[in-house]
């Protein structure tokens, strides 16, 4: 739906009220999903019946897209550091050239997607019960000084609670009525770690303990309340700045992202192009558009206020009709 072409060469889909199918970048108009199945492969569709589409020739995969994907399976299969000039030798073409390429696909450059490996190689040695000691030497890092640089900002805890699956670790939450349904907020000692909103607070509570299983959660209304009360100001449309502490796991891109996002003022909204622009790739549109969707917190960091270049609100994980509302609210005031 998101027509992301870093996916091109992943999967294919096929229509049946046409009998062609499509690389997911197709720029064709969407069918319904009952017309609509998957293939890994365009052969797998043929077998199927399906021919290749005219406009999007999904049997051809873009040299730019071949490049990508040859530089990410390198990095994926490496043993330890791959430098960009390694990287761009094995691949064929310049250091500039290739930085510029890989970062537009994946929205990350190859030392930030490197590191985003290498965490959660990490994080797999935690679940598996190996010291932390073993796990980051095993993921590569050169030294525990390196790895705990990144630690809490990709794990979003300590790498021993991480390993024991948040176990000891308190999370607080309220629940509260607002115009825009029920919302809640909840936090670590460390900050905000997730808004989210529902008609049903019981399905809140259920998927916030889904989440976080292994946290002790506590309902703390009076605690949560320096948190909720400007989220509640903010939904009523009131300008009040949000400056809260957050305690977020994420990729660099997406701090970068989020980070612009929470400079956007009150009552203002900016494209998706114009938050590429800012974040230092113009052409990384679709991955600005999916840390939008992956944002944990919302208000606090005001994904809503991001709009597509024609000025449709386009989607929003909380609804459409909440994106609107907020945004009508936000500049009246």
């Known amino acids: 739906m998101a027509r992301d072409a870093r996916q091109d060469g992943q999967f294919v889909f096929a229509v049946r009220t046409t009998g062609v199918y499509c690389r997911p970048s197709c720029p064709s108009r969407r069918p319904r999903r009952d017309s609509v199945e998957f293939f890994a492969n365009p052969q797998q569709a043929e077998r199927a019946g399906y021919r290749a589409c005219l406009r999007c020739k999904p049997t051809q995969v873009p040299a730019q897209a071949q490049t990508v994907t040859k530089a990410r399976k390198i990095l994926d299969e490496a043993e330890g550091v791959t430098t960009l000039a390694e990287l761009s030798e094995r691949v064929g073409v310049s250091p500039f050239y290739l930085q510029r390429l890989f970062k537009r696909a994946t929205g990350l450059s190859p030392r930030e997607y490197q590191l985003a490996r290498r965490m959660q190689h990490v994080k797999q040695g935690l679940r598996k019960g190996d010291d932390v000691t073993t796990a980051l030497y095993d993921a590569g890092f050169s030294s525990p000084s390196r790895f705990y640089e990144k630690s809490t900002q990709q794990l979003g805890m300590t790498p021993g609670k991480y390993r024991e699956g948040g176990d000891g670790v308190t999370i607080r939450f309220a629940i509260a009525a607002s115009s825009l349904g029920r919302v809640l907020v909840a936090a670590t ?119 597509r270049s024609d000025g449709e609100l386009a989607g929003y994980r909380w609804g459409v009709e909440r994106k609107q509302k907020l945004l009508e609210r936000e500049r009246r005031g």
């Open 189 to 307: 000692p460390l900050g905000l770690c997730a808004v989210r909103f529902s008609e049903n607070a019981v399905e809140l509570e259920s998927e916030l303990r889904k989440e976080f299983h292994a946290a002790t959660l506590v309902r703390d209304d009076a605690s949560m309340k320096s948190y909720l009360e400007p989220l509640l100001a903010s939904l009523r449309g009131e300008r009040v700045t949000i400056d809260l502490p957050l305690d977020v796991r994420a990729t660099a891109f997406q701090q970068r992202v989020w980070e612009a996002l929470r400079r956007i003022p009150c009552g203002e909204t900016r494209t998706y192009a114009e938050v590429a622009a800012e974040v230092g790739d113009a052409k990384a549109v679709r991955a600005v558009a999916q840390a939008c969707a992956s944002n944990p917190v919302a208000i606090a960091v005001p994904c809503h206020r991001v709009i």
